[in-house]
């Protein structure tokens, strides 16, 4: 703060009045600029500004009298800061968005155009349900009719629930990940005396065959690009029950003699269909068998359920003609599937996968 | 054959026009008008009230009551000597520093002070209602003043259009094409260029080679007269001058008034960083209003009771503006498609709906 | 009735306006004694002398800034800029004042004028002749712009674009001053400005065009009817402002859209258009809106420019599409 003191204004004068100011507090002046005018007895006189700067306070009011030697005027000390502009005024910082990485579009299942989507509402038309026929996979008005009419003819939509819900997430999130390969035969078991246990045989032939070829006994965790090759043998069967499939595991298939695996599998069976099996009885299968031709059907491309790397299919046991030591002959056969995830299994490995499976079940009972 | 011996088939004379010395003294016959002295104190009071208004808005804008405000320290001599000399059926376009013409013609102080604060109001003006508003775009305006003179000239009218700009704007095209346009024509136009040595930041050395602006009108085929522009009895008789030149059918005249912008640019201007304060210190010696005041006092026709008289009437109705000022409330937003065109095409009544915080479209 | 060119209809509105209205002036370069490059302005001197038909020096800024001044003291002026080309000194006067000058002074000054200036290319013109920059202008608040098609509205349009109390840019397009005829009374009636022109109806797919283009978009229609395609061809003729409601109506109608524009693609005046459809005609698209247009870059000069032009050919192509999608 500099103060301006009222200087002499000559001829011996001691006080002086203050007519008016030219300048108001926070005003900026410069040098010589007038600030007030005094008056004396002789005159007005205009008082000029020492400095630059600008006034933080100003002494008095008109009519005052201000004495000779006394504060007139106070400055502020520096000049006014840079406001960094020529009009108007520049707001306060801010901190400035930072950029990221722009989430990349998802990709669009339906391609509708708004009148069709319309109408579809219109028509309550699941848009979903709808093939589309126009340029670019866009459903069309007339896609939409057909479904609609195709849908009064259908039932009503149930939703899933249950153990057919978990179905069709586990089967869509394997047909996803999984690399399906299938190879077929068939098993000449024409030499099994009657009343053989199919599915034992056939647990006991798949344990044979991981003996034989390993690689198909396995765990496969695709995003660590990891395969784990299991020593015990632990098989999922697949159990189809009232509610929907499922399928428990009968454990340690390897090292347990048949009428102990038959006693685990009834227990299995008979949990499966009073619904009462603990779900670790669910987990931690090593390869898997479906032997739906206990209802019918030959051959089938199944599903791999990840971490598992293959799953056997065993159809409907029939008669059918072979050639049998060099002539035609009616036997007796095993409709074999086997169906591997070809990211990490060979067609070599599934070849003499099935190879194994095939010669264990051939041997007579 | 050597330069000297080409003969010379163009020459080009500027005069200069002054009257009173720095001191109020003066320097040769003073024009007819001076010998009224009631001429002089009304010319005066002019300076003074345009000074004490300009103060009082910065205060304004200081205490955040008034947007960026352009002060015209120093150069009350020129708008009103220049006003001075117009009729109320000529036509000012004026630069954005010019408020001691846009006072002397008749707009409220409240009217400048709504225009500074943000409000298109302020433009209504109840100055002329053919005057220009003020213009931003610095020389814009020279091609309005030839379009209007030419529109006077069409219609036979004994009007005169008298524009106003700064030696920045002197740089600029559109001053050259208007001016050229009207020297073409013989338009009744007078141009001023106010020339207070700055453009913002930018001397006057870096704005021109010319060695005088007034000589810019040489070559749109019409003379030019610098002026000193701290002098308000020689810028009235210029403008007088050229006034009636015009109007008599004479063609356009250019007048440079020399003088210095005392203050900052604007009020978000800090000219310290540009310009020494000693060059400041000295130019004030040069001021207008102290100079004509020299010469009244000389001439015994004003005193310390008229100076304190005045200074109060001008506090006083300073005030009263101020305050017709801060009590007008903002239009409603609506207001913003108003006037927009003659009829608001209904295409935008839903926007403006929008605004008026009715449904939108 | 008489059958004009464009441009003579251009003339004809010209002159009748000087004829009624005394305060009506015409400025521009060569416009006095030669006539206009293109004889737009040609006897009007003769008839109605150097006064009110002035010959301007070479600055475009000064010809804009002129009919700003001229224009608030009451007169009538129509500058003439011989090229679209050279219209952009004249933004500054167009933007900063003419648009806003009823605006920022309350309506105690406006802005009566008009700023003529052939538009867009196909004439085989060297550099910088063939500029279509519409948009530009269409975007200033308080400006209006218009584009006749034809003569008749060429005669329509001028007229009341001079005898409109605010600034008009009228772009006159240059390949068809000649190539396009019609009939014209010279009967001193002025088509409505803000307004769409329906010219030809349809109901599969709605055609909007403006300018030269519009005669191609009527080809492209004519052809398109061959195959069983019925489309409705709208000439929008003001683009500032723009006639929405009639655009809506019809896009509503045919569920279908393809604007056609001589200009570059992106930010062109179809872009706006495009967004008015999506903000308020969704619902009723059975296709995505097509936009045939200028290709984003300069346009070419004369051995390229029919290929920058939208063809017949691309027109129908667009439109074909659309029409797949139901």
């Known amino acids: 703060m500099r103060q301006f003191i009222l200087p002499d204004l000559g001829e011996g004068l001691e006080e002086a009045e203050i007519v008016t100011w030219h300048v108001n507090e926070g005003d900026r002046v410069v040098v010589d600029q007038p600030l007030v005018s005094l008056e004396t007895d002789k005159a007005v006189v205009e008082v000029p500004s020492p400095w630059s700067g600008r006034i933080a306070r100003l002494f008095g009011g008109k009519g005052d009298l201000i004495k000779v030697g006394a504060p007139l005027v106070e400055f502020a000390e520096g ?46 038309v699941d848009l979903n349900l709808v093939q589309a026929s126009g340029p670019g996979g866009t459903i069309t008005r007339a896609d939409v009719e057909r479904a ?77 690009g990891e395969r784990r090759l299991i020593k015990r043998i632990d098989i999922g069967i697949a159990v189809d029950t009232e509610g929907g499939l499922i399928v428990p595991v009968l454990r340690n298939v390897g090292e347990r003699d048949a009428s102990d695996l038959r006693a685990g599998l009834d227990r299995l069976r008979a949990d499966a269909a009073a619904r009462s099996i603990p779900p670790e009885e669910l987990r931690g299968a090593t390869i898997t068998l479906s032997n739906f031709g206990m209802i019918g059907g030959r051959f089938a491309n199944l599903i791999v359920v990840p971490p598992q790397v293959a799953i056997v299919g065993a159809g409907r046991i029939d008669q059918r003609v072979l050639v049998h030591n060099g002539q035609p002959a009616a036997r007796r056969v095993l409709p074999l599937s086997l169906t591997f995830d070809h990211r990490v299994v060979t067609g070599g490995e599934a070849a003499r996968f099935l190879v194994a499976l095939k010669s264990d079940l051939e041997r007579p009972s | 054959m050597a330069d000297e011996e080409l003969p010379v088939i163009a020459r080009f004379e500027v005069r200069r026009r002054s009257y009173l010395a720095l001191d109020g003294t003066v320097l040769r016959p003073l024009p007819g008008f001076a010998s009224d002295t009631n001429v002089l104190i009304s010319l005066y009071r002019g300076m003074v009230l345009t000074r004490a208004f300009d103060l009082k808005a910065v205060s304004l804008q200081r205490t955040g009551r008034l947007g960026t405000y352009a002060v015209s320290l120093g150069q009350e001599a020129v ?91 002197t740089s600029k095209g559109d001053v050259w094409e208007a001016m050229n346009f009207a020297g073409v024509h013989k338009l009744p136009v007078v141009f001023v260029a106010n020339n207070n040595q700055w453009a913002i930041s930018v001397p006057l050395q870096l704005q021109t080679a010319s060695q005088t602006l007034a000589q810019k009108a040489i070559a749109a085929g019409f003379s030019g007269e610098q002026v ?71 001439q015994k026709a004003w005193g310390k009771s008229q100076e304190e008289e005045l200074a109060a009437d001008c506090q006083k109705r300073i005030e009263a503006a101020i305050e017709r000022y801060l009590a007008t409330a903002p239009r409603a937003p609506a207001t913003m498609f108003d006037h927009l065109y003659a009829e608001l095409p209904r295409t935008y009544a839903g926007q403006r709906a929008e605004l008026s915080g009715g449904s939108d479209a | ?33 030669n006539g206009g490059v293109f004889r737009a302005t040609v006897g009007l001197q003769q008839r109605f002398g150097a006064e009110r038909v002035i010959d301007t020096p070479l600055a475009e800024l000064l010809i804009s800034g002129l009919c700003v001044g001229m224009a608030a003291q009451g007169l009538r002026p129509v500058g003439e800029i011989q090229f679209m080309g050279f219209i952009y000194p004249c933004i500054d006067q167009l933007v900063n004042h003419a648009s806003r000058l009823r605006n920022r002074t309350q309506g105690r000054l406006s802005c009566p004028m008009v700023l003529r200036t052939p538009h867009g290319g196909g004439i085989r013109a060297p550099e910088h002749h063939s500029e279509s920059t519409e948009a530009m202008l269409a975007h200033i608040p308080g400006l209006r712009v218009v584009m006749p098609s034809c003569p008749e509205r060429a005669y329509g349009l001028l007229l009341a674009a001079i005898r409109d109390p605010d ?34 109806q349809g109901r599969d797919v709605t055609l909007i065009s403006w300018g030269a283009a519009v005669k191609e978009t009527l080809a492209a229609a004519d052809e398109l009817a061959a195959e069983g395609i019925e489309a409705e061809v709208i000439d929008l003729a003001t683009l500032k402002p723009y006639d929405e409601e009639t655009v809506l109506a019809s896009v509503t109608r045919t569920g279908r859209c393809v604007i056609v524009h001589e200009a570059a693609r992106t930010g062109g005046f179809g872009a706006e258009i495009a967004a008015l459809l999506a903000e308020r005609g969704l619902t009723s698209l059975l296709a995505p809106i097509a936009r045939v247009t200028g290709y984003d870059t300069i346009m070419p000069l004369p051995r390229l420019e029919q290929r920058y032009i939208p063809s017949v050919a691309r027109i129908v192509a667009a439109t074909r599409k659309v029409c797949q999608f139901s």
């Open chain 1, 79 to 124: 000049a006014q800061g840079d406001t960094g502009t020529v009009v108007g005024e520049l707001g306060q910082e801010e901190k400035a968005a930072r950029a990221e990485a722009p989430t990349p579009a998802p990709a669009r299942s339906l391609q509708v155009l708004p009148a069709v989507r319309a109408l579809a509402r219109k028509l309550d």
């Open chain 1, 148 to 224: 609609a009419k195709s849908l009064a003819e259908a039932g009503p939509a149930e939703p899933l629930r249950g153990m057919r819900r978990a179905m069709a997430q586990r089967m869509a999130a394997a047909h996803a990940e999984v690399v399906r390969t299938t190879v077929n035969d068939e098993a000449d078991i024409d030499d099994w005396r009657k009343g053989e246990d199919v599915t034992i045989r056939l647990v006991r032939a798949i344990a044979s065959a991981c003996q034989a070829e390993p690689s198909l006994n396995a765990w496969y965790n695709a995003e660590a």
């Open chain 2, 79 to 169: 708008s009103v000597g220049i006003a001075s000399a117009m009729r109320e059926e000529d036509v000012v376009l004026p630069s954005y520093r010019d408020n001691g013409t846009l006072l002397w013609r008749g707009t409220k102080m409240e009217e400048i002070l709504l225009f500074w604060g943000g409000d298109e109001r302020g433009n209504l003006s109840s100055g002329p209602a053919h005057d220009f508003p003020y213009c931003i775009p610095v020389a814009s305006q020279a091609p309005h003043a030839a379009g209007v003179a030419y529109a006077f000239k069409l219609r036979k009218e004994p009007r005169v259009a008298v524009c106003l700009f700064g030696d920045g704007a």
């Open chain 2, 228 to 298: 000193d522009g701290n002098d308000v009895i020689a810028m009235r008789a210029a403008a007088e001058d050229a006034i009636v030149q015009a109007r008599a059918g004479g063609g356009p005249r250019l007048i440079e008034a020399v003088t210095y912008r005392l203050s900052d640019h604007t009020t978000a201007d800090d000219a310290a960083r540009y310009r020494p304060p000693e060059e400041v210190q000295a130019r004030w010696k040069e001021e207008p209003i102290a100079r004509l005041r020299a010469y009244l006092v000389s």
């Open chain 3, 1 to 33: 009735m008489p059958e004009v060119t464009l441009v003579e209809a251009v003339n004809l509105a010209l002159a009748r306006a000087m004829e009624e209205d005394a305060n009506v002036v015409v400025l521009g370069e060569d416009v006095g004694v």
């Open chain 3, 167 to 200: 600034p008009v840019v009228f772009l006159e397009p240059t390949r068809i001053y000649r190539a396009s005829k019609g009939q014209v009374e010279d009967n001193g009636e002025a088509l409505p400005l803000d307004v769409a022109f329906v010219l030809r």
